[in-house]
């Protein structure tokens, strides 16, 4: 919606004749042509105008109010979220506005092509800087976005330190041969660890599931989830903070509770 639905024309006292209303008009371009052609000027602490003397775009989506001077009507076009530009009359009538009142103020919604030129007119851009009684929600939320920058230092700080931590075995890597014989829980289960031993090496045919990327400790809590698991086993040289090769078996006639074989794999089993 145009500001011709919004704001109300301004009208002229009825005492001021032709005559004077040109005047009076004429006047305040004056005050401002030729002297601040080009200039930008801030006529409010937020808000700075660029006066363009004796030219006018060419556009027909256009408002056409009065206003009581050039930055008056500059003002009123910069508090239209619409409002591009805006071109104050100091003269009776002008080409292109459709009205015959001085002191016409025109609010341009679009602009398209080269400036043209009339005498008479001042032609205006704006543009709005941060006002400090009204600061802007960037400003008002810079402290915030500090502390969330400083958060964040932190955040990879501690990844970084647990992925160090991740590096290290600890309780329950079953890095062999230092958890040779220990007992592991896993949600309540008690598995002892036998490092370098398994009775039926080979026996692919035993396996109720295996797997190709689980760490030691992942591999026993798969045997876990994995119904009639009794044994999780992985290759001994394995390190306990990389993914590898897992196998889960039950108990068989070749492999009972207790591993008798030293070979190249250790396991774990459910006591």
């Known amino acids: 919606m145009h500001l011709q639905a919004l704001v ?47 030219q006018r775009p060419i556009s027909k989506d256009r408002t056409v109010i009065s206003a009581g001077s ?16 805006s071109l104050w009359a100091g003269k009776e009538t002008t080409a292109g506005r459709q009205a015959n009142t001085a002191k016409s103020c025109v609010l341009y919604h679009s602009l398209g092509g080269s400036l043209i030129p009339e005498s008479h007119v001042v032609y205006m851009t704006h543009r709005t800087k941060e006002d400090p009684l009204f600061p802007n929600d960037d400003d008002e939320c810079k402290d915030d976005k500090v502390r969330i920058g400083h958060l ?19 309780k329950g890597c079953f890095e062999c041969p ?18 370098g031993m398994l009775d039926d090496a080979g026996w692919t045919s035993d396996d109720l599931a295996s797997f190709g990327d689980k760490t030691p400790k992942e591999c026993v809590q798969a045997c876990t989830d994995t119904p009639k698991c009794k044994r999780a086993i992985w290759v001994t040289a394995q390190p ?18 207790v591993p008798t074989k030293k070979t190249g794999y250790s396991s774990a089993h459910l006591q």
């Open 70 to 85: 050039p930055d008056e009507c500059a003002t009123i076009c910069s508090k239209s979220p619409s409002c591009e530009a």
């Open 240 to 257: 306990s903070n990389k993914k590898g090769s897992c196998w889960l078996r039950d108990y068989t006639v070749r492999a009972g509770p």
């Open 178 to 195: 230092e958890y040779d014989q220990d007992h592991i829980y896993d949600r309540g289960n008690d598995y002892k660890v036998y490092c």
């Open 152 to 170: 964040q230092v932190q955040v990879d700080d501690l990844k970084r330190q647990l992925e160090t931590c991740n590096g290290k075995c600890e």
């Open 8 to 54: 109300p024309l301004v009208p002229l006292f009825a005492s001021l004749t032709v005559g004077q209303s040109f005047s009076t008009a004429r006047e305040l371009y004056n005050k401002v042509c030729p002297v601040n052609d080009g200039q930008e000027k801030a006529i409010k602490s937020h808000l700075l105008v660029t006066y363009h003397c004796d």
